[in-house]
């Protein structure tokens, strides 16, 4: 079974800094672009960060420019969001993406898989 598993998730004070992780299981991603989404109650899924498989494009939602950074490790299968400086406004889950080959890399409707997503809550 193809699935993408998050973890790292949880809650943090204004200012802090969480780091979260996305592993891939059933087949590799290695060759696909990874993005990572999040959604807040109410709102719409929205962009927070992408890389290509190469790792010769990164991508940031403005809000999160200088904040947090994407990476992977493609012979672990896995792709990482370090979050710092965290506000409260980040309060989301945060959902782990591959494969954007439907589409742009900054549109959720572009990815083939999801993960179940992880919650993060940062309290002012």
């Known amino acids: 079974q193809v699935q993408l598993v998050e973890s790292g998730g949880g809650l943090v004070q204004a200012g802090g800094s969480l780091r979260l992780s996305c592993a891939a299981s059933?087949?590799?991603?290695?060759?696909?672009?990874m993005g990572w989404f999040r959604q807040a109650p109410g709102l719409d899924r929205e962009f927070v960060a992408a890389?290509?498989?190469?790792?010769?494009?990164?991508s940031y939602a403005d809000s999160v420019k200088g904040r947090f950074t994407i990476s992977r490790d493609n012979a672990k299968d896995t792709v990482y969001l370090q979050m710092n400086s965290l506000k409260p406004e980040d309060t989301a889950v945060y959902y782990c993406?591959?494969?954007?080959?439907?589409?742009?890399?900054?549109?959720?409707?572009?990815?083939?898989?999801w993960g179940q997503g992880t919650q993060v809550t940062v309290s002012s």
């Open positions: 059933g087949r590799t991603f290695s060759r696909n672009t």
């Open positions: 890389m290509t498989w190469s790792g010769s494009i990164t």
């Open positions: 993406a591959a494969d954007s080959s439907r589409g742009s890399l900054y549109y959720a409707t572009s990815y083939r898989l």
